[in-house]
């Protein structure tokens, strides 16, 4: 009965009737009848609606602080709102009226979430979940903060997440944090929701928010867009800042934009790339990003003369012929789009990348955790945790506050023994011998491959992918499909994925289904 209400309620989406006479170039149009549903609108119709005096910042943050207390109690995407983001919109508002018409920045009085990773100096808490940070003080804005405030971006609040970006235990709950509770997958409210970056996925699929950060050590942001149904770009690491974000490893952590569409992504992406001097990867890596930005790249004949790599084996194995049937068909809209798709290409060694174990992974992840971890609690201003130590006694000492599953503490055993170098050259090398090898031997562009599957493969690198809504399987589970290249390939990537999801269109809002 519930569930019904809520389909109901989600398909009347607050409507904006509108009416206005506006200037339109050298024309005048007018309009009488301007329909504008906030729910699914993009950055460019809000940055349009609000350039054409039809809605404000306030307005907008009105919508979604409303959407936020009609859904969250059920999809618990949103762990903390920002008290002074109406502030901040009204602040947006009048900076709007002092200055020309296209001279703010894109972002400039859009509304966003931040995975509760991403450190705020604020009255927002920052805790990666757990209660033991509860009441920590960041020293400063983390460097994509920064950058996002001086884009003019209005900061929502903090999403929900797997505990420690997944690093609670080994078989902690997709998506649950003891601060969150257990987040739900707006499509299957019974399915998972994926992590670590549910709760920015859950909300900008069920419009509880423009757009969204997530953070990805391997499949944390590619994982749950391709279950909720939005686009997760994951950039090459260093290319946004890590600098205030709770780490797992800077060897693999990248943040990134997770939002409903390709060109969403790509404004965030644009606001929040390059340099940061507390985070030196973010030196080279800026070397990448091309003159005039992202932007450019959303060309809708993106596609033609792009070769991509097709990598059947052992992706095809585990996704149902359902499935395989729908990609055999995206790959016909990839040719017809002019691109020259390479099929049944494999990956050496594959089954070594994908064995987290067997690679090397998880020993180098662990042992590095540690030392970014208790780097990241010593650099704070206060706090109740200043190590990792810290934490497995707090868990330990606050057993109800941690909530089912293992305590991060049942991995400590393991934090001292792993020296994890031997484990990093081993990851090296199956990058050179994987993906590089493979890319350079058949002169790719990317490669593609079903839902996030592949994601360690690209995460162990520090490699750039992309993930688009691919479709809905016969329970109305979402997935995604997943184009992934060399370092610095993003504009590649940003222009396979915008031909392809202008091609395509799969996105629609969820149904909260049981
Ligand atoms: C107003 O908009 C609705 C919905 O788009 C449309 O069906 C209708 O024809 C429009 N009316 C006028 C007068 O343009
Ligand atoms: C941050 O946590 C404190 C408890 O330590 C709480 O009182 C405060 O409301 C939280 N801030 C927000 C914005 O929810
Ligand atoms: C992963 O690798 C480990 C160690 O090499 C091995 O014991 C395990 O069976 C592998 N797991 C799978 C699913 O192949
Ligand atoms: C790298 O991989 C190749 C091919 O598997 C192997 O021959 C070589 O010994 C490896 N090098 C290192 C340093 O592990």
């Not at 998972?192 to 050590?217: D, Q, W």
């Not at 780490?247 to 997770?258: C, H, K, L, S």
């Not at 690198?461 to 992309?466: D, H, L, S, V």
Request: glycine content about 10%; hydrophobic content about 40%; aromatic content about 8%.
């Amino acid at each position: 009965m519930a569930v019904h209400s809520f389909e109901r309620i989600s398909s009347l989406f607050l409507f904006f009737i509108l009416s206005s006479i506006f200037s339109f170039g050298a024309s005048t149009r007018t309009i009488t009848n301007y329909t504008f549903s906030i729910g699914e609108a993009t950055v460019k119709d809000i940055k349009q609606s609000i350039e054409r005096n039809q809605l404000t910042s306030r307005q907008l943050v009105e919508f979604y602080l409303g959407e936020i207390s009609r859904l969250n109690g059920l999809l618990k995407g949103v762990i903390e709102v920002n008290p002074d983001a109406l502030l901040q919109a009204d602040a947006a508002d009048k900076e709007r009226k002092c200055k020309l018409p296209g001279s703010l920045p894109d972002l400039h009085g859009i509304p966003i979430l931040l995975k509760d990773t991403i450190a705020t100096k604020d009255k927002l808490n920052t805790t990666a979940g757990s209660f033991a940070l509860l009441g920590s003080v960041v020293p400063r804005d983390a460097g994509v903060v920064n950058k996002l405030r001086q884009a003019g971006a209005i900061i929502l609040g903090k999403a929900s997440l797997s505990e420690w970006a997944d690093f609670r235990s080994i078989n902690a709950p997709a998506g649950f944090s003891p601060r969150s509770g257990q987040g739900k997958n707006p499509y299957v409210l019974s399915a998972t929701p994926c992590g670590s970056s549910s709760g920015p996925a859950i909300s900008v699929a069920a419009n509880l928010v423009t757009v969204s950060l997530g953070t990805e050590t391997d499949g944390s942001i590619l994982c749950p867009a391709s279950f909720n149904s939005v686009v997760g770009l994951k950039p090459t690491v260093g290319l946004t800042s890590r600098a205030g974000v709770i780490p797992v490893t800077p060897r693999q952590d990248t943040i990134g934009p997770i939002c409903r569409t390709v060109s969403d992504a790509v404004y965030v992406l644009d606001a929040i790339a390059g340099f940061d001097s507390n985070d030196e990867a973010t030196r080279p890596a800026s070397y990448y990003i091309p003159p005039g930005g992202y932007k450019r790249f959303l060309n809708p004949y993106g596609l033609q003369g792009k070769r991509l790599g097709v990598v059947r084996d052992p992706f095809f194995k585990t996704i149902g012929l359902g499935l395989v049937q729908t990609f055999e068909s995206h790959f016909e809209t990839l040719r017809r789009l002019g691109a020259i798709v390479v099929d049944n290409l494999q990956i050496y060694n594959i089954d070594v990348i994908l064995n987290v174990t067997a690679s090397g992974e998880a020993a180098a992840t662990i042992a590095e955790f540690k030392l970014s971890l208790n780097a990241y609690l010593e650099d704070l201003e206060v706090s109740p945790v200043r190590s990792l130590a810290d934490i497995i006694t707090f868990n330990l000492k606050f057993p109800d506050l941690v909530g089912p599953g293992n305590l991060l503490g049942s991995r400590s055993h393991k934090w001292d023994w792993c020296t994890g170098e031997g484990s990093i050259i081993k990851l090296g090398n199956l990058s050179k011998n994987g993906l590089e090898k493979l890319m350079r031997d058949n002169e790719l562009d990317a490669v593609v491959t079903p839902r996030s599957d592949a994601s360690a493969v690209y995460a162990i690198g520090g490699f750039p992918a992309i993930i688009v809504p691919a479709g809905y399987d016969s329970q109305g589970l979402p997935f995604g499909i997943l184009f992934g290249g060399l370092k610095g390939s993003e504009s590649k990537l940003i222009e396979i994925a915008y031909a392809f999801e202008q091609a395509t269109m799969i996105r629609k809002p969820p149904s909260f289904k049981p």
